[in-house]
Nanobody, 128 residues
Framework: QVHLVESGGGSVQAGGSLRLSCAAS????????MGWFRQAPGMEREFVAA????????HYADSVKGRITISRDNAKNTVNLQMNSLKPEDTAVYYC?????????????????????WGQGTQVTVSS
């Protein structure tokens, strides 16, 4: 059975940092695009960042560019999200997801319909 498990969420003050991790089990995702999405209360789920199977290509939402970095370690079957200079508007449940493609176009990579596997999410709360 395939599982994606997020960890590293928590509460921080504005300007602080958090590092989220996503551990995959049940199969290897070394050939898959991996992404992070988030959902704030009362809002739709939105794209945050994605990384290609090799780590060569990345894509970020405009709202997080320069503050958030996605990385992966295929040997460990993990994907990480380093979040710096956090803002209250970053408060959300963050989800890890895997797509059945090595990489996606800039149009498709932000579409959550392109992702097949999802974690349960980890809460990030940023206070002002």
């Amino acid at each position: 059975q395939v599982h994606l498990v997020e960890s590293g969420g928590g509460s921080v003050q504005a300007g602080g940092s958090l590092r989220l991790s996503c551990a995959a089990s049940g199969r290897s995702f070394s050939s898959n695009t991996m992404g992070w999405f988030r959902q704030a209360p009362g809002m739709e789920r939105e794209f945050v960042a994605a990384i290609s199977w090799s780590g060569r290509f990345t894509h970020y939402a405009d709202s997080v560019k320069g503050r958030i970095t996605i990385s992966r370690d295929n040997a460990k079957n993990t994907v990480n999200l380093q979040m710096n200079s956090l803002k209250p508007e970053d408060t959300a449940v963050y989800y890890c997801a895997a797509a059945d493609s090595t990489w996606l176009s800039s149009t498709l990579v932000v579409d959550d319909d392109e992702y097949t596997y999802w974690g349960q999410g980890t809460q990030v709360t940023v206070s002002s």
